[in-house]
Nanobody, 123 residues
Framework: QVQLVESGGGLVQAGGSLRVSCAAS????????MGWYRQAPGKQRDLVAS???????VYADSVKGRFTISRDNAKNTVYLQMNSLKPEDTAVYYC?????????????????WGQGTQVTVSS
């Protein structure tokens, strides 16, 4: 079974920093794009940032210059460093990954979501 497990959310004051992590585990052949999404109460889930296996990153305009996404391919882990946090960054943050699951001859692609981690920024 392949799964994503997030960690590192919490409560922080405006202007502060947090780092969230997401580790993939299980029978993994390879991981393509990994990303972070967020969903605030009553709103849709939106992309925050994503990163390809060779390190190409994409950011939502609202977080450019404040958030940095990175990954450690050896650890199957993606990170989101969040600086200069604002109250409007408050949301549940979800990890997402495009994984090729190892099954020997019959590897197959699967898109996975983590369980989500709450990030709350107080004003």
């Amino acid at each position: 079974q392949v799964q994503l497990v997030e960690s590192g959310g919490g409560l922080v004051q405006a202007g502060g920093s947090l780092r969230v992590s997401c580790a993939a585990s299980g029978s993994i052949f390879s991981i393509n794009t990994m990303g972070w999404y967020r969903q605030a109460p009553g709103k849709q889930r939106d992309l925050v940032a994503s990163i390809t296996s060779n390190g190409r990153a994409v950011y939502a305009d609202s977080v450019k210059g404040r958030f940095t996404i990175s990954r450690d391919n050896a650890k199957n882990t993606v990170y989101l460093q969040m600086n200069s946090l604002k109250p409007e960054d408050t949301a549940v943050y979800y990890c997402n990954a495009d994984i090729v699951v190892y099954r020997g001859t019959y590897n197959f692609a699967k898109n996975l979501w983590g369980q989500g981690t709450q990030v709350t920024v107080s004003s």
